[in-house]
């Protein structure tokens, strides 16, 4: 063969392979475009249709031949992750023209943990995936295109790491750490995979892996290196040095200075020291700035419109909402933000509305699923002119006593023993620092703090609307209750024993609170309570925690008290029930006052004795039925019950099964 | 044919009997206690069936418990969870599969609630001995929140006040001799002050905001030589949150700063810090809070009561 003939054949071959083998395109679909909708069958006959997935977030949808080595590589490895995290949840439809005698033999050899469709309607050819395989589409909400590639080997890699990306935009950490591990461990030298990796660990909050992630990449050449410095700026940033963050991120300008998201971090840092001109400079850079994934992209047009809605600007700021999730379709915090600003103006229709998209993304977000659930509740006092009337009269009745200083006493309450029901309402809560990437932080903790500590069953939280409406007609501003004495007047005229009020400072990645329960009757702190939430995941789990600690005080400081007023056997009737806080399991100290002994002319009180325990085990509204234990003496009517916070918090060891 | 009332209830006992037999023979699950509140369980079961697919239902029952019943069709959980006490949930959980009760499937439930139920404390912000002396908060009262400046040069400081007559003790640095600032007291009043006497080198600063007080940190209350690895105890206003309590270790000997010694302490110490008063154990005053070791929040710097007594004295 001529040389020449040599050469055309190598440059035919090599662009076919260019061609085929590692081409990354996007001609059959667009970003934003619908799929084609289709029905197919698997080999057991049992039918798949896509619309169906409509509603799901994402959904990967393969093309590949069963036949091709080098077209299944991405689908297994999605496979194997999946068997290997049971949480992983990633929706994947594996699609093949192959025979059903071939799809059989790979089914049993890989035991996929989704569903291999047969298609033998053209799909392929729809999908333009006739030629090229693996051909693959991720879809986002609506099934409506995120990526879409064609070709094996390099581009499967493309694809991991954009999936990655994905997977971490959608707040599945672990599963986004092991995709790009995935792809740093076939390639050690593919610096995107190494960079969300580290991301993907300080979203975890796992800031040691995510700084030594980026310190090693910041050694490499390049690109690596300044990515590696841009997360080495967001990490200390995150730890608080903020003198090492800025200096870190003065190198990324120098060395990347297309490089957007290291303006982010510069923002937040400003906007945290107060200087928001100077922050508001910063995001608008990080948005004029090309380089960046799209996931970081968004942040910068969410800070912006953070920014503005701080400033009153709704307007511009939902603009800014709205481009952030353009670029980032699974970016639930500017989605709830932008219904925050519509709830700022009073329209709690849209501001459901945004909150309901924001729950598509994930119905399990706290924060969207708060917002929501307050929305809802607004709109449907709208609509109950009842219920507002009785809401206005209670307001009224409550405006009197704020304005006399009258507080209501229970006329029923004949002795000074029997508890009342524990009220606390929360009262204002200020919010500082930097400026997080989700809106209404202390509406969102009030709010589930209110559901949790009702749901209890052992503390009654004064509504929220019903605070709104007393502040509104008693011309205050929820900042008018940082004044201790103001919110205390407030408690009392409530009937709350105990107001919770405090301040919460952002800082990033994170936000400092610190809660205090006061006495409305005595004016002391029962307890400060201080913590950290993390962003993220853990909010739900530092929520819980919160709820438990309040509880544990509630009961540790104000027991409930009761006395026996009947006793059958075994059984005893106490004068508390379910609308005073006594729940099933309840454990309660029978005790006996011992009378003060005097000793060389010195008065001592001793303790009162335990002389049997009681465990709740039926309610009713206004009493209690429960079983004694440990008796010491015969129980009589009006012997005196202390709830005992010792026992409570785990009784029954193993499983029981009946 | 008659049928006494006596032999009519016994019937009717004995049917509901039956009927009680007959529902826990159906019913056939696992029951398991947690220390979770309910709250906390529904969000954990919620959160684990909607991942699995399930469409979800809830429905509350009898003794302030909830059902929630998840259905794919094929398969469904009836998972019921009521309080064991206001910190603990008793769960019982049943599923059935083409509508027959399969036993042991719990296993994945129970691993979840158990992960829930080992989740460590909300991350606190003070070092692992969380628990703090009642006095702190006694001690809150007397401590504020210093403000100087404006937007671009703005100071934020702590401080604490030792005479009921309206004098404040601060750090020095960023205050000048007789500048105005603002105090905001433990319950929000705000104060004006202005800086009545100021000490650079032992960065130190008294403020007068001419009004009485009621709460008040005596300085007859000092305690001036510490032990290495004590534990001290700070309340101040670290970026402006008024009333933060951290705790930490005094854990490097003392060292001198020009001719004055300052103490090293291992202690949560943040922006606006200064100024803070420290205790020991016994709720004696023991130093001020100067700063924080530049680039980390944990190691910081304190004034020893010594020196804020050698500061007073002076003419």
């Avoid at chain 1, 029905?39 to 977030?57: A, F, G, R, T, W």
């Avoid at chain 1, 593919?190 to 796992?206: I, T």
């Avoid at chain 1, 909402?321 to 699974?330: L, R, T």
């Avoid at chain 2, 400081?157 to 905001?184: E, K, N």
Wanted: net charge neutral; hydrophobic share 40%.
């Amino acid at each position: 063969m001529k040389p020449v003939v040599r050469m055309i054949n190598f440059i035919l071959t090599l662009s076919v392979i260019m061609g085929f083998g590692f081409c990354e395109t996007s001609s059959a679909f667009s970003a934003g475009d619908t799929v084609p909708n289709f029905s197919l069958k698997d080999i057991n006959e049992k039918v798949y249709d896509l619309s169906s997935l409509k509603n799901q977030p994402m959904v990967i949808i393969y093309f590949f031949d069963v036949d091709s080595r080098s077209s299944q590589e991405g689908l297994l490895t999605i496979d194997d992750l999946a068997k290997q995290y049971k949480d992983v949840d990633l929706l994947v439809w594996g699609i093949t023209t192959s025979s059903k005698e071939k799809v059989l033999k790979f089914n049993t050899l890989t035991n996929p943990t989704f569903p291999i469709l047969m298609d033998t309607t053209g799909v392929s050819q729809k999908y333009k995936a006739q030629t090229i395989l693996p051909t693959i589409c991720i879809t986002g909400p609506e099934l409506k295109v995120l990526d879409f590639f064609q070709g094996g080997g390099k581009t499967t890699e493309i694809m991991l790491v954009k999936l990655a990306e994905r997977t971490l935009q959608q707040k599945k950490v672990e599963i986004a750490k092991a995709i790009s591990g995935k792809v740093v461990t076939k390639n050690p030298g593919n610096v995107e995979a190494k960079s969300v990796h580290g991301y993907a660990s300080l979203k975890a909050g796992d800031v040691e892996e995510a700084e030594k992630t980026f310190y090693e990449l910041s050694r490499e050449k390049g690109d690596g290196a300044v990515l590696g410095k841009e997360g080495l700026s967001t990490v200390y940033a995150q730890k608080g040095q903020t003198e090492k963050s800025l200096a870190m991120a003065e190198e990324v300008e120098m060395s990347g200075p297309g490089r957007a998201y290291v303006h982010v971090v510069k923002g937040d840092l400003l906007y945290s020291q107060n200087k928001k001109t100077a922050a508001e400079v910063e995001y608008k850079k990080a948005i004029a700035k090309k380089q960046s994934a799209p996931y970081q992209k968004a942040v910068a047009y969410n800070q912006l419109g953070r920014l503005y809605a701080n400033r009153g600007n709704f307007k511009k700021s939902r603009e800014l909402y709205a481009q952030a999730v353009s670029i980032d379709p699974y970016y639930i915090e500017a989605t709830a933000n932008r219904g925050l600003t519509y709830e700022k103006e009073g329209d709690w229709a849209k501001a459901l509305e945004n909150y309901r998209q924001a729950l598509a993304i994930d119905k399990s977000d706290p924060f969207a699923a708060t917002l929501a659930k307050n929305a809802k509740e607004r709109l449907l006092l709208e609509q109950d002119e009842e219920k507002r009337s009785r809401i206005d009269k209670l307001v009224d009745e409550l405006v009197l006593r704020y304005r006399d200083q009258t507080f209501s006493v229970d006329s029923t309450i004949e002795d000074d023993w029997t508890s009342q029901p524990m009220i606390l309402t929360f009262t204002y809560f200020s919010e500082t620092g930097g400026l997080t990437e989700r809106d209404g932080f202390s509406t969102v903790l009030t709010s589930q703090l209110a559901d949790q500590l009702n749901a209890s069953g052992r503390v009654q939280v004064v509504d929220l609307i019903l605070i709104e409406r007393l502040l509104e007609r008693l011309n205050l501003k929820t900042s008018d209750l940082a004044e201790q004495e103001t919110a205390l007047k407030l408690g009392k005229v409530l009937s709350a024993r105990i107001i919770g009020t405090g301040a919460i400072f952002h800082v990033h990645g994170s936000s400092l609170i610190t809660m205090r329960l006061v006495d409305t009757e005595t004016t002391d702190i029962t307890k400060v309570i201080n913590g950290e939430f993390g962003g993220g995941p853990s909010i739900r789990k530092d929520m819980h925690q919160l709820n438990r600690e309040i509880l544990t005080t509630v009961i540790q400081h104000y027991p409930l008290q009761a006395f026996v007023v009947d006793i059958i056997g075994n059984q005893v009737l106490l004068n508390l029930g379910a609308d005073q806080g006594v729940v099933l399991g309840t454990r309660f100290d029978v005790i006996e006052d011992k009378p003060a002994i005097e000793y060389r002319g010195k008065k001592m009180k001793p303790e009162s004795a335990v002389v049997a325990q009681v465990e709740v085990v039926k309610l009713e509204k206004d009493f209690a039925y429960g079983h004694l234990k440990n008796t010491r003496r015969p129980i009589v009517r009006d012997d005196k019950l202390r709830e005992n916070i010792d026992d409570i918090v785990f009784q029954g060891q193993g499983t029981k099964v009946w | 044919m008659q049928v006494s009332g006596r032999f009519q209830s016994y019937m009717i006992t004995c049917c509901l009997l039956l009927l009680g037999l007959t529902f826990t023979v159906r019913a056939t699950g696992e029951e398991r206690v947690f220390p979770l509140t309910v709250a906390e369980a529904e969000d954990t079961v919620s959160l684990w069936l909607s991942r699995k697919g399930y469409d979800l239902y809830r429905r509350n029952i009898d003794q302030g418990g909830i059902q929630l019943i998840a259905d794919t069709g094929e398969s469904n959980w009836q998972i019921s969870i009521w309080p064991n006490s206001p910190l603990a949930t008793k769960i019982i959980a049943v599923f059935t599969e083409n509508s027959m009760v399969i036993a042991g499937r719990n296993d994945e439930l129970w691993d979840v609630l158990d992960r829930q139920s080992n989740t460590p404390a909300l991350t606190k912000t003070q070092p692992s001995d969380t628990s703090f002396p009642s006095f702190m908060l006694a001690k809150n009262k007397a401590v504020v929140c210093i403000h100087s400046g404006g937007e671009a040069g703005a100071l934020q400081l702590s401080g604490f006040i030792i005479d009921p007559a309206g004098i404040i003790v601060s750090t020095a640095h960023g205050l000048d001799y007789l500048q105005t600032v603002q105090v905001i007291l433990h319950g929000g009043r705000i104060l004006t002050g202005r800086v009545i006497k100021i000490n650079p080198g032992l960065d130190l600063t008294l403020v007068d905001v001419s009004t009485g007080l009621d709460a008040f940190i005596s300085l007859d209350k000092g305690r001036n030589l510490l032990e290495m690895g004590e534990r001290l105890f700070t309340v101040g206003c670290p970026n402006d949150l008024s009333g933060i309590i951290f705790s930490g270790i005094l854990d490097s000997p003392p060292r001198k700063v020009g001719s004055r010694p300052l103490w090293q302490v291992n202690m949560p110490i943040h922006q606006g810090s200064s100024g803070s008063p420290v205790f020991d154990l016994q709720g004696n005053l023991t130093a001020i809070v100067k700063g924080r070791y530049r680039g980390t929040d944990y190691i910081g710097f304190l004034i020893p009561f010594e020196t804020l007594i050698e500061f007073i004295s002076e003419p």
